[in-house]
Each structure stands twice: as structure tokens, then as C-alpha cells.
């Protein structure tokens, strides 16, 4: 019930192209819903976070898209750039606040 | 505003043997949160300190254990060292236990 579910593993999208990533929770306590990118021996990045009173939300060119009902939520990168390849985890976690419950990952390849 | 700092960066230790893990939180973060990163995965919830006081556990065992200081900097100790145990450490900081959380670097650990 704790888990976090991602796909795809890899991703490889042509530059300018929009990048979809999905993930789909169990827990119905879950209440914020962050994405966080992480490049090659770095820490995770915060990039954009959603808490289910809304239904979508963006920030530049990354948008989250939440559906409450199905239990999914789903990163879009618009025109995605070379500067985007990456790792892209989303997580989740509760009110409670202390700890954040990450899926296993997407590799992001945008091709030039 | 400095952001969270890790040290160290990388470390080679033995089986069997002791490790500290240290990190300082971003300006004005109460709360700190390590976890660990095995290859290829994403991370996993160790546990949480929030006001020099543990407040939450991931599932791991005890020879993981923690502490925060006044100035709400952390250490991660982890005693009897195993091979599985070689991942990186991340520790993250937030405003309170439930807000946005920011994570280091890590530490790359490496048990031999």
C-alpha cells in the first residue's frame, strides 16, 4: 500500500517533443505528490509538486497532471531540450509529512 | 542562502566496520531526512529528525541510527557495515516535517 509505481524505465524523446512520464499510488492518505530530477552524481532536484485539491499544475514548461480517482498522477515536459536528460522520480507522501515514498525512476534521453 | 551540504562525498569502508555520515542543513530547515539510493533505484526512506528528535523510521535495521544537533545539522551512523550497504546517502532538509524537501549531494559509500 506504501508503494509508488513508474513508468516507462526509459524514455528516449526527440528534441522538442513533449516527455510523459506516469506514476500510479496506493495510499489514499497520500496528500503531495513531488517530481524531482537528478542528473549523474548529484542529490534529486526538486522540480515541480502537486497536492490533490488541484488537477493540474505547471511550471514552465513542466506541467503535473493528478487524477484523484484513478490514483495517477503524470509528469509532461514541453519541448524537451538535451538539457533535460535526466532521471526523473516522482514520490509521494502524507500529512504527516515524514517520508517521502519514491518510485524507481524514469531515464530520460532527448536526442538532438 | 546555502543550500544542504554533505560530507563526505565519497568514502571506501570495510565490512564489519563503522561509518558517520554528516550533514548540514539549508539556512532555516528545522527538519532533516536521510535515505538511501542503491544503483539504478530510487531512493528509500531511512529515517527523519525534526527538532533534535527522531520522527519516523524507514525499514531499517538498528545499526542505522542518527542524530541531529542544535543547529538542526545530522549525522548518519551506521555500525557492522555490509556489502549491501554500499549505495548513496541523501539527506534532505525542509521547513517542518511536512514541507518541500531539499536534498544534498549525497555521500557515495562504498563497503568493500
Not at chain 1, 60 to 81: E, P
Not at chain 1, 106 to 112: K, R
Not at chain 2, 69 to 77: D, G, K, Q, V
Request: proline fraction near 5%; hydrophobic fraction near 30%.
Amino acid at each position: 500500500q506504501q508503494q509508488v509505481k513508474q513508468s516507462p524505465q526509459s524514455l528516449i524523446v526527440q528534441k522538442g517533443g513533449i516527455s510523459i512520464i506516469n506514476c500510479a499510488y496506493e495510499n489514499t492518505a497520500f496528500d503531495y505528490f513531488p517530481w524531482y530530477q537528478q542528473f549523474p552524481g548529484k542529490g534529486p532536484a526538486l522540480l515541480i509538486a502537486i497536492r490533490p485539491d488541484v488537477s493540474e499544475k505547471k511550471e514552465g514548461r513542466f506541467t503535473i497532471s493528478f487524477n484523484k480517482s484513478a490514483k495517477q498522477f503524470s509528469l509532461h515536459i514541453m519541448d524537451s531540450q538535451p538539457g533535460d536528460s535526466a532521471t526523473y522520480f516522482c514520490a509521494a507522501s502524507n500529512q504527516a509529512g515524514t517520508a517521502l515514498i519514491f518510485g524507481k525512476g524514469t531515464t530520460l534521453s532527448v536526442s538532438s | 542562502e546555502t543550500g544542504v551540504t554533505q560530507s563526505p562525498t565519497h568514502l571506501i569502508k570495510t565490512r564489519g566496520q563503522q561509518v558517520t555520515l554528516r550533514c548540514s542543513s539549508q539556512s532555516g530547515h528545522n527538519t532533516v531526512s536521510w535515505y538511501q539510493q542503491a544503483l539504478g533505484q530510487g531512493p528509500q526512506f531511512i529515517f527523519q529528525y525534526y527538532r533534535e528528535e527522531e520522527n519516523g523510521r524507514g525499514n531499517f535495521p538498528p545499526r542505522f541510527s542518527g542524530l541531529q544537533f542544535p543547529n538542526y545539522s545530522s549525522e548518519l551512523n551506521v555500525n557492522a557495515l555490509e556489502l549491501d550497504d554500499s549505495a548513496l546517502y541523501l539527506c534532505a532538509s525542509s521547513l517542518g516535517r511536512s514541507a518541500e524537501a531539499f536534498f544534498g549531494q549525497g555521500t557515495r559509500l562504498t563497503v568493500v
